[in-house]
């Protein structure tokens, strides 16, 4: 029996060496693709000052995000540090510092593990891998454009099938309440939270509340809401937005399933005038979201997005275990290296007692050649 | 064969009201739904491609925010006391209406003004503290499944929060109605991802909207 002291803590798994394996090829496809399209990738630390880090998150240094960090009082500094909890931020902070003076648009790409002190019941894992880019300098429709096909394309490289994207406008209610459909100030909140649950109950019950209900209905395949939401264009608003929106979408319809979710905000805190969801089949919720925001500390504009592909490893087909070549005790190291450095992956015997097929062996050296058992 | 669509629909109280709701949408369970004996949680419906499950109100809001059911109808109060951000609520199906209120034994007639921190028992654990903590008040809450009017005669809590329909119950029990937290009715509610990725749940939704909309013109709310 497994010594309880032995378990891992709740939310925190080991990748056994077949899941590890298709995690750390997923992830190379992905960091392959990025630089591919000239995304440089940076690698920041793991723990920073908890200040920057919680800065430039949604809500700030108060807000619920910055609150799920790990945190501790560094013995050096004496100042807090936190673990991250996303790599967003950071990529943020080096664009505002070390590479403020790079050239813009600056392209940037990660890949690494983040953490949260404390999960929820419906994602309850602590510990997850994040890719992502992040284009800075740039938040026009055409860097949306990019950024959404490229983050198709990646999630392709990695084996996903039946990509979905769903975009939305995340600043909508904001643009919409200054004029076309008023709402008074200490009404927003109330409308964005039942637009959020798309209560259409909760809505009429909110004094201004009821003109935004064609929104609810303006959801689903993109033409079908597109068409929707221009109907409800009050005034010309959205004009833009909605040509945006089609830009977009003309670029990337023929790669994925495309529908519009104009009121949706779970996810998009800081996002600016679009934000888009990923899902792929397979798996539960979503594989990754971007949009375009504002640095926090200089409000640079950026667009970027990030992947959580560790549901997306789960639903992928395990690949066939390659084949892997036994080297008996004596044999040629030369020739060994040889049919290495032409794919083998090789196994070498320290013993003569040594199973090579219980080692997950397929073939064995005989002489000079591989030989299939 | 499309994927299996999972309907949620919750044990008691909603149930009888929503049976025909769901039907107007479309939505029929087979006949041994309806069989007191059959001791079976999953059943098929008139449709292929539909199957219904009976659990729990809380457990509707689980399965549906975790995606293992797509579509399912809850009370409100459920849906409040969860705030689980994979789940929409897109139609009110004007069924099911109680509310959710405080209240405390009517000897005592205290009120909670004044007290910096007081025991309350409770269902929803979630609501009622933030129900207090509005109200710059630290409540403890003692979660029950059942029976909160015994709490205060047996001084397990002082006051409990709890539905209340005709207030039939707290009265038998000495309780008094001190304040409403939130009026309640029942909703169709959804899995996120899936009305994004499955047409058919989307399909369905408007299904419900535009028989809620004709039930509302006809005035058949039931209190």
């Given at each position: 029996?497994?010594n309880?002291?032995d378990l891992?803590?709740?939310g925190?798994?080991d990748?056994?060496p077949r899941?590890?394996?298709a995690?750390?090829?997923?992830?190379r496809?992905?960091?392959?693709?990025?630089d591919?399209?000239g995304?440089?990738?940076?690698?920041?630390?793991l723990?920073?000052?908890?200040?920057?880090?919680?800065?430039?998150m949604?809500?700030?240094?108060d807000?619920a995000t910055?609150r799920?960090?790990f945190?501790?009082v560094?013995?050096?500094?004496?100042?807090?540090?936190?673990?991250?909890?996303?790599?967003?931020?950071?990529v943020g902070?080096i664009a505002a510092?070390?590479m403020?003076?790079?050239?813009?648009?600056?392209?940037?790409?990660?890949?690494?593990?983040?953490?949260?002190?404390?999960?929820?019941?419906?994602d309850p894992a602590r510990?997850?891998?994040q890719?992502?880019a992040e284009?800075i300098?740039n938040?026009?429709?055409t860097a949306?454009a990019?950024?959404?096909a490229l983050?198709?394309?990646?999630?392709e490289?990695a084996?996903?099938?039946?990509i979905s994207?769903?975009?939305t406008?995340?600043?909508?209610?904001?643009i919409l309440?200054?004029?076309a459909?008023?709402l008074?100030p200490?009404?927003?909140a109330?409308v964005?939270?039942?637009l959020?649950t798309?209560?259409?109950g909760?809505?009429?019950q909110?004094?201004?509340?009821?003109?935004?209900?064609?929104?609810?209905?303006?959801t689903?395949p993109?033409?079908?809401?597109?068409a929707?939401?221009r109907?409800?264009?009050?005034g010309g608003?959205?004009?833009?937005?909605?040509a945006?929106?089609?830009?977009i979408a003309?670029r990337?319809?023929d790669?994925a399933?495309?529908?519009?979710?104009?009121?949706?905000r779970?996810?998009?805190?800081?996002?600016?005038?679009?934000?888009?969801t990923?899902?792929?089949?397979?798996?539960r919720?979503a594989v990754?979201?971007g949009?375009t925001y504002a640095i926090g500390?200089?409000?640079?504009?950026?667009?970027?997005?990030?992947?959580?592909?560790?549901?997306l490893?789960?639903?992928?087909?395990?690949?066939p275990?390659?084949d892997?070549?036994f080297?008996p005790?004596?044999?040629?190291r030369?020739?060994?290296?040889?049919?290495r450095?032409v794919?083998?992956?090789t196994?070498?015997?320290l013993s003569?007692?040594d199973?090579?097929?219980?080692l997950g062996?397929?073939?064995?050296l005989v002489?000079?050649?591989?030989v299939a058992? | 064969m499309?994927?299996?669509?999972?309907f949620?629909?919750?044990?008691?109280r909603?149930?009888d009201e929503?049976?025909?709701?769901?039907?107007?949408?479309g939505?029929?369970?087979?006949?041994?739904f309806h069989d007191?004996a059959?001791r079976?949680?999953s059943f098929?419906?008139?449709?292929?491609d539909?199957?219904?499950?009976?659990?729990?109100?809380?457990?509707?809001?689980t399965f549906?925010?975790h995606g293992?059911a797509?579509?399912?109808?809850?009370g409100s109060?459920?849906?409040?006391?969860?705030e689980y951000?994979?789940?929409y609520?897109?139609v009110?199906?004007?069924i099911?209406?109680?509310?959710l209120?405080?209240?405390e034994?009517?000897e005592r007639g205290?009120s909670?003004d004044?007290?910096?921190?007081l025991?309350?028992?409770?269902?929803?654990?979630n609501?009622?503290?933030?129900h207090?903590?509005?109200?710059g008040?630290q409540?403890?809450?003692?979660?029950?499944n059942?029976?909160?009017?015994l709490a205060p005669?047996?001084?397990?809590?002082g006051?409990?929060?709890?539905?209340?329909?005709t207030?039939?119950?707290?009265?038998?029990n000495?309780l008094?109605e001190t304040?409403?937290?939130m009026e309640?009715s029942?909703?169709?509610?959804?899995n996120r991802?899936?009305?994004?990725?499955?047409a058919r749940?989307a399909a369905l939704?408007?299904?419900?909207?535009?028989?809620?909309?004709s039930?509302n013109?006809?005035?058949a709310?039931?209190a």
């Amino acid at each position: 029996m497994t010594n309880p002291d032995d378990l891992l803590p709740e939310g925190l798994e080991d990748r056994l060496p077949r899941e590890a394996k298709a995690v750390s090829t997923a992830m190379r496809q992905i960091l392959d693709v990025m630089d591919a399209h000239g995304y440089d990738r940076v690698s920041p630390p793991l723990v920073e000052f908890e200040k920057s880090l919680a800065g430039r998150m949604a809500g700030g240094n108060d807000g619920a995000t910055a609150r799920r960090m790990f945190r501790f009082v560094d013995p050096v500094s004496l100042r807090m540090l936190a673990v991250r909890s996303d790599i967003t931020p950071q990529v943020g902070r080096i664009a505002a510092t070390g590479m403020a003076a790079a050239a813009r648009p600056l392209r940037l790409c990660y890949g690494g593990e983040v953490a949260l002190i404390r999960a929820d019941q419906l994602d309850p894992a602590r510990q997850r891998l994040q890719l992502g880019a992040e284009l800075i300098g740039n938040d026009t429709v055409t860097a949306a454009a990019e950024m959404v096909a490229l983050a198709i394309e990646a999630l392709e490289g990695a084996g996903a099938k039946g990509i979905s994207v769903d975009f939305t406008l995340p600043d909508l209610v904001d643009i919409l309440a200054s004029k076309a459909m008023p709402l008074a100030p200490e009404r927003i909140a109330d409308v964005r939270r039942e637009l959020d649950t798309k209560d259409a109950g909760g809505l009429a019950q909110v004094p201004g509340g009821e003109a935004y209900m064609p929104l609810l209905y303006a959801t689903g395949p993109f033409e079908h809401a597109i068409a929707r939401l221009r109907d409800v264009d009050a005034g010309g608003a959205l004009a833009s937005r909605i040509a945006g929106l089609r830009q977009i979408a003309e670029r990337v319809a023929d790669r994925a399933r495309l529908t519009l979710d104009p009121t949706e905000r779970h996810g998009f805190e800081y996002q600016s005038w679009f934000g888009f969801t990923i899902y792929a089949d397979g798996v539960r919720g979503a594989v990754g979201r971007g949009g375009t925001y504002a640095i926090g500390g200089t409000g640079e504009p950026a667009t970027g997005f990030s992947l959580y592909i560790d549901a997306l490893i789960d639903a992928l087909q395990a690949s066939p275990a390659g084949d892997t070549l036994f080297l008996p005790l004596g044999h040629d190291r030369d020739i060994a290296a040889r049919l290495r450095a032409v794919g083998w992956r090789t196994i070498e015997a320290l013993s003569d007692s040594d199973d090579a097929q219980a080692l997950g062996c397929t073939h064995h050296l005989v002489g000079i050649d591989p030989v299939a058992y | 064969m499309p994927q299996m669509l999972t309907f949620a629909v919750p044990k008691g109280r909603i149930l009888d009201e929503a049976l025909p709701v769901m039907a107007r949408a479309g939505v029929v369970p087979d006949d041994a739904f309806h069989d007191k004996a059959n001791r079976s949680l999953s059943f098929a419906t008139t449709s292929d491609d539909m199957r219904l499950i009976r659990v729990r109100a809380f457990d509707v809001a689980t399965f549906v925010a975790h995606g293992a059911a797509q579509i399912g109808i809850v009370g409100s109060d459920v849906i409040e006391e969860f705030e689980y951000a994979d789940l929409y609520a897109p139609v009110d199906l004007d069924i099911g209406h109680c509310r959710l209120s405080v209240a405390e034994p009517a000897e005592r007639g205290t009120s909670a003004d004044g007290t910096s921190h007081l025991r309350v028992a409770t269902k929803y654990p979630n609501i009622t503290r933030r129900h207090f903590e509005a109200q710059g008040i630290q409540a403890e809450c003692v979660k029950l499944n059942g029976a909160m009017e015994l709490a205060p005669s047996l001084g397990l809590s002082g006051r409990i929060v709890d539905l209340v329909s005709t207030g039939a119950t707290l009265k038998q029990n000495g309780l008094v109605e001190t304040s409403r937290i939130m009026e309640i009715s029942a909703r169709l509610i959804v899995n996120r991802a899936a009305l994004k990725t499955d047409a058919r749940v989307a399909a369905l939704v408007d299904a419900f909207r535009g028989n809620a909309r004709s039930g509302n013109q006809g005035g058949a709310a039931a209190a």
